[in-house]
């Protein structure tokens, strides 16, 4: 069974504060990782993708991968209430035949306080 | 106009009733993708289409059905609602020519009583 774990949270850092939110993945042959943000009621909005370990930055947001620990993160930096979300991890993972399939974590409620 | 588009957003509907919810894209995506989302159990694949022609089950397809009408129409139908079925149901679409990144229309929220 595949798996991508993502505490659930809910997550509260004050307004400016770094935020930083975790993924695990059971899949080594997975390929390519992304962060949604979804508001509630609302459908998940791509932040970014990462492919190579190391980091990608993009504006106020930094994707982390390490493949040899099977762990991707998400920081963001000076914290805004409008980042209130919850964050959702997905992962490309072989489903068979060469096939690829995001797996989703069940998602990071983050709470920004003004 | 949105890129990914679903009708209806909203639908409440009885047991045993059967339901259509569509699925409209104008970013010339192959891939096409259907979800639902229950709290506290995250986005569940229900069926994925990478061509016209191509059609596959997901994690949890049972009670479910597909139609890929066009490349740039994809249906889901509950031939028989149950309570169960009450979630969010997303379509997406993805190009695997770029990034594959899937894109996520606005959602329907389905009610079955």
């Known amino acids: 069974q595949k798996e991508v774990e993502q505490n659930s949270g809910p997550l509260s850092v004050p307004e400016g504060a770094i935020a930083s939110l975790n993924c695990t993945y059971s899949d080594r042959g997975s390929q390519s990782f992304f962060w949604y943000r979804q508001y509630s009621g609302k459908s998940p909005e791509l932040i970014m993708f990462?492919?190579?370990?190391g980091d990608k930055e993009d504006g106020r947001f930094t994707a982390q991968l390490n493949k040899a620990s099977q762990y991707v993160s998400l920081l963001i930096r000076d914290s805004q209430p409008s980042d209130s979300a919850t964050y959702l991890c997905?992962?490309?993972?072989?489903?068979?035949?060469?096939?690829?399939?995001?797996?989703f974590g069940k998602g990071t409620k983050l709470s920004v306080i003004p | 106009d949105a890129d990914v588009t679903q009708t209806p957003r909203n639908r409440i509907t009885k047991t045993g009733k059967r339901i259509m919810l569509e699925c409209s894209q104008t970013k010339g995506h192959d891939r096409m993708y259907w979800y639902r989302q229950d709290p506290g159990l995250g986005l569940r694949l229900i069926y994925y289409?990478?061509?016209?022609?191509?059609?596959n089950k997901g994690e949890i397809s049972d009670g479910y059905s597909v139609s890929r009408q066009a490349q740039a129409k994809f249906s889901l139908s509950l031939e028989s609602a149950i309570p169960n079925q009450t979630a969010l149901y997303f379509c997406?679409?993805?190009?695997?020519?770029?990034?594959?990144?899937?894109?996520f229309g606005p959602g329907t929220r389905l009610t079955v009583l």
């Open positions: 997905a992962v490309n993972e072989d489903s068979g035949a060469g096939s690829y399939q995001l797996t």
């Open positions: 289409s990478f061509d016209v022609k191509d059609i």
């Open positions: 990462i492919y190579s370990n």
């Open positions: 997406a679409t993805s190009d695997p020519a770029s990034t594959d990144t899937q894109y």
